[in-house]
């Protein structure tokens, strides 16, 4: 299978690990730059099950979410560079503010999110979509410290 998958693809990845008994995770977000954050919470949210999908926010998602002046790397590259980590089984770009869309075509058995969410401040609409799939939700240990906005912050400030 290859790793970068399309939008039209996630009901077909979906079904193949649930006919075949494996526990596909689900996890989302921006990964503007990739730290070492972002890598214990991919591994982490590998261990949950038997592979592991990343969907990432598109470019006008992260503009939405994050400012004007985000991202820093495009959709594409951010995709590519999550695509080659070990960790990593499956890659999807997805437009909008919120995963619900992924949720339901993907029906993931598991879905992960960062130690910065709890159950009351995830997303009413992606909850509603997880319970209506069926999947699990667990929420990972927050590595402290390593955030992109943090790094971004660093870099701006004069040494």
Do not use: W
């Not at 503007?32 to 038997?50: P, V």
């Not at 592991?52 to 002046?69: F, H, M, Q, T, Y």
């Not at 790397?73 to 695509?83: I, K, P, S, T």
């Amino acid at each position: 299978m290859n790793r970068l998958v399309e939008a039209n693809e996630l009901a077909a990845i979906g079904a193949e690990y649930a006919a075949t008994g494996k526990k596909l995770v689900l996890t989302n977000g921006c990964f503007d730059l990739l730290h070492t954050g972002h890598i214990r919470y991919l591994e982490q949210a590998r261990e949950c099950g038997d592979a592991l999908i990343v969907a990432v926010n598109s470019d006008a998602s992260v503009r939405e979410l994050k400012g004007p002046e985000r991202p820093l790397n495009g959709e594409f590259d951010r995709a590519e560079v999550l695509a080659a980590l070990r960790c990593v089984d499956h890659v999807t770009i997805f437009t909008g503010k919120r995963v619900t869309e992924v949720i339901r075509s993907l029906r993931p058995a598991i879905y992960a999110k960062g130690g910065d969410y709890t159950l009351e401040t995830l997303d009413s609409g992606e909850r509603a979509a997880l319970e209506e799939v069926g999947a699990k939700i667990s929420l990972l240990q927050l590595v402290p410290g390593r955030s992109t906005t943090a790094l971004l912050e660093r870099a701006k400030s004069p040494v």
